[in-house]
């Protein structure tokens, strides 16, 4: 399923196997919680821009247009019109994050919906249920997201619990697979270490949820607060326990320079909803750093957002009509930013593999790093 084709220090570049095509490692995934980027991108403006993965919500779908609506429309890819592989997330963030009102136990649990307050019960079962009905090709366990800074009392007790859910979500999706109606017989399942920012709790979770030798790993509860330095050194103590031969995914990162960062300390898989919400604000990452397209000295400035870069954005349009559209309210204005930040985004991704490939990739990493977090 995952092919690690060669290292550069922790680095890696590989390529990972889907019923829905090879995803080539480093990635960043695009997120479209709904089904659709935020920023009116249709899926063939993600292939424009070279997205490999689309990122969708279980929670959001769930609720609608529901997960039995997109089963009986033959499952995400066929609903939404994407031939390319899809990850869904198993609804655990939002559930943390959205909910007011939650009641957590053993079996999963109890919140009410953020739209409109309706009772609703996830555990590890629903979760993979959703998930199944969807036909995504990564499914994410079910796991409680901690906040930091959590104690440490209650943060090893939720681990113990998350790996007891873990083991149900393997035992359910495995079961789910069998179904005659399954719309993609061949979804994986990947495991998710938590632990907060304490290392001998992320640790002993990580060495217990990779027995189950599931096909991929991913690192959450983190980029929820905490500083970089606290993320990097997690991800320095996690990633060795981390099996070397199946992806390993940093969920919810992050910045240009998280990014290079995580690579270098052995992530292969990224997500953001940053490029694109900041994008909708008209802050717009480019290879000299970031700006913000609505200040004034970008009113009469008829350069491209990036004079370096080749997304459908910056192949026609000048600066100063783009900020003209975003000061004006118009929806193009929006869509042609977010444009811009994914290709960017993807872009990099591309950038990084070439370099892996070429075993150059720490050097231009540190020239990078210097270059892409400041502000223009």
């Not at 640790?203 to 217990?208: G, N, P, Q």
């Not at 975003?326 to 930040?341: D, F, I, Y």
């Amino acid at each position: 399923m995952f092919k690690v084709l060669s290292t550069e220090g922790a680095a890696r570049r590989g390529v990972y196997t889907t019923p829905h095509g090879e995803i080539q490692t480093p990635v960043f995934m695009n997120v479209g919680t709904q089904a659709a980027i935020k920023g009116a991108l249709a899926t063939e403006d993600l292939e424009r821009i070279n997205c490999q993965v689309l990122l969708c919500n279980t929670y959001h779908l769930h609720l609608r247009p529901t997960d039995e609506v997109v089963h009986k429309m033959g499952g995400l890819h066929k609903f939404a019109s994407w031939e390319r592989p899809i990850l869904t997330d198993s609804g655990g963030f939002q559930v943390f994050s959205l909910a007011k009102l939650r009641n957590i136990k053993e079996e999963g649990v109890t919140f009410s919906a953020h739209t409109d307050g309706h009772k609703i019960f996830m555990g590890p079962e629903e979760s993979m249920k959703i998930q199944w009905g969807l036909g995504s090709d990564i499914v994410m366990a079910f796991d409680e997201c901690i906040e930091n800074p959590s104690p440490y009392d209650y943060v090893r007790k939720s681990c113990d619990r998350t790996v007891r859910w873990l083991e149900r979500c393997k035992a359910a999706m495995e079961e789910l697979k069998k179904r005659e109606d399954t719309v993609n017989p061949g979804q994986d399942l990947w495991g998710i270490n938590q632990g907060g920012t304490y290392h001998d709790i992320r640790i002993d979770h990580m060495r217990r949820i990779a027995e189950l030798d599931l096909p991929g790993y991913a690192i959450g509860g983190l980029a929820v607060g905490e500083t970089a330095e606290e993320m990097y050194s997690v991800i320095d103590a996690v990633a060795p326990e981390m099996p070397f031969d199946k992806p390993r995914y940093l969920m919810g990162v992050g910045t240009p320079v998280n990014i290079l960062e995580a690579v270098s300390r052995g992530v292969d898989f990224f997500d953001c909803v940053m490029p694109a919400r900041n994008a909708r604000h008209g802050h717009l990452f480019t290879s000299q750093g970031i700006l913000n397209i609505n200040n004034a000295k970008y009113i009469t400035d008829d350069r491209p957002i990036d004079e370096h870069c080749d997304c459908p954005a910056c192949r026609r349009y000048s600066r100063s009509y783009i900020r003209h559209l975003m000061r004006s309210g118009e929806m193009l204005g929006m869509r042609l930013a977010v444009m811009h930040n994914l290709y960017f985004y993807n872009n990099l991704m591309t950038e990084i593999r070439a370099h892996l490939d070429a075993g150059t990739f720490t050097a231009w990493k540190n020239q990078q790093v210097e270059i892409l977090g400041r502000r223009i």
